[in-house]
């Protein structure tokens, strides 16, 4: 989700690696920014193509993907639907390619993705698994290598412009900051996200998401000390200068927040989230 903050979350990538290609989904929106991104894997002409997150269910986008075959397999980053929506008529498109997903409700026809540092490519393609929950409990990315160059494929972990929402209950913010920690420590390396312009460091991108969610967690904090007792009242005070369209989903990140905090919702006698201290 690209909220609050607007700006990318660093300098941008001067050019992407000479094996990946960006397909954008036409799906532009608040929660999507330009439209959801499609990577397109391919280590040289003629070899297997690895497509990361298909999109949505789109027959004139999904088209477009099949008209980079050969693909051999087709990797998610995480269940959201405007990443994974077009992923069962693109692997009848491909004739009937691979999909692994962390989560099984997502893999077709292949093992979910599962252990950390598993090299989840081929056809010339090193592709090791990052699980990174938090966004969601599903998310993962993938450090690929080829031919001298790297890049982290981020999906919705970190974004190339604004920040991304933590989607309580599903997302957690204790493993979403861990997630951020070990993103932080690929330095010098290019992000490729799933919303937004690819990014030049990784660990820079990384940095910048840790202090933002630093800063809202002190702001959350002073809301529930200045006296607000539910969570859309927290979003009024924390979130007063985003369109009152998103605070939808800036609740679920001020959910995942006072979890964090240690402050439980209950319910109020008028139907409301009432805030407590455990």
């Given at each position: 989700m690209g909220g609050h903050v607007?700006?990318?979350a660093g300098a941008l990538a001067d050019?992407?690696?000479?094996?990946?290609?960006?397909?954008?989904?036409?799906?532009?929106?608040?929660m999507t920014l330009d439209g959801?991104?499609?990577w397109v894997l391919r280590a040289a002409p003629g070899e297997p193509a690895v497509v990361v997150d298909p999109g949505p269910a789109d027959d004139a986008h999904l088209a477009r993907i099949a008209g980079h075959a050969p693909v051999g397999l087709v990797l998610i980053t995480h269940g959201h639907p405007d990443h994974t929506d077009g992923a069962a008529r693109l692997a009848e498109l491909l004739g009937g390619v691979q999909v692994r997903a962390a989560d099984p409700a997502h893999t077709i026809g292949g093992e979910p993705l599962t252990t950390p540092g598993e090299n989840v490519g081929g056809f010339g393609l090193e592709i090791r698994l990052l699980p990174t929950p938090g966004?969601?409990?599903d998310s993962v990315c993938f450090l690929v290598e080829h031919d001298g160059e790297r890049a982290v494929l981020t999906g919705d972990t970190i974004l190339g412009r604004g920040t991304t929402v933590v989607a309580h209950p599903d997302g957690h913010l204790g493993d979403y900051l861990a997630s951020l920690e070990l993103l932080s420590t690929y330095r010098?390396?290019?992000a490729l996200?799933?919303?937004?312009?690819?990014l030049a460091d990784c660990g820079a991108?990384?940095?910048f998401y840790l202090a933002h969610r630093r800063a809202r967690l002190d702001q959350v904090r002073s809301a529930v000390a200045d006296g607000a007792?539910?969570?859309?009242?927290?979003?009024a005070r924390v979130y007063a200068d985003v369109d009152r369209s998103l605070w939808w989903a800036a609740e679920w990140s001020v959910r995942a927040q006072l979890e964090y905090l240690g402050v439980e919702p209950r319910e109020s006698g008028a139907g409301g989230a009432e805030l407590k201290q455990p």
């Amino acid at each position: 989700m690209g909220g609050h903050v607007t700006e990318a979350a660093g300098a941008l990538a001067d050019e992407l690696p000479g094996w990946a290609t960006l397909l954008r989904a036409p799906n532009p929106g608040p929660m999507t920014l330009d439209g959801t991104n499609i990577w397109v894997l391919r280590a040289a002409p003629g070899e297997p193509a690895v497509v990361v997150d298909p999109g949505p269910a789109d027959d004139a986008h999904l088209a477009r993907i099949a008209g980079h075959a050969p693909v051999g397999l087709v990797l998610i980053t995480h269940g959201h639907p405007d990443h994974t929506d077009g992923a069962a008529r693109l692997a009848e498109l491909l004739g009937g390619v691979q999909v692994r997903a962390a989560d099984p409700a997502h893999t077709i026809g292949g093992e979910p993705l599962t252990t950390p540092g598993e090299n989840v490519g081929g056809f010339g393609l090193e592709i090791r698994l990052l699980p990174t929950p938090g966004h969601t409990g599903d998310s993962v990315c993938f450090l690929v290598e080829h031919d001298g160059e790297r890049a982290v494929l981020t999906g919705d972990t970190i974004l190339g412009r604004g920040t991304t929402v933590v989607a309580h209950p599903d997302g957690h913010l204790g493993d979403y900051l861990a997630s951020l920690e070990l993103l932080s420590t690929y330095r010098g390396i290019p992000a490729l996200p799933g919303h937004g312009p690819a990014l030049a460091d990784c660990g820079a991108a990384a940095d910048f998401y840790l202090a933002h969610r630093r800063a809202r967690l002190d702001q959350v904090r002073s809301a529930v000390a200045d006296g607000a007792t539910t969570a859309p009242e927290v979003v009024a005070r924390v979130y007063a200068d985003v369109d009152r369209s998103l605070w939808w989903a800036a609740e679920w990140s001020v959910r995942a927040q006072l979890e964090y905090l240690g402050v439980e919702p209950r319910e109020s006698g008028a139907g409301g989230a009432e805030l407590k201290q455990p």
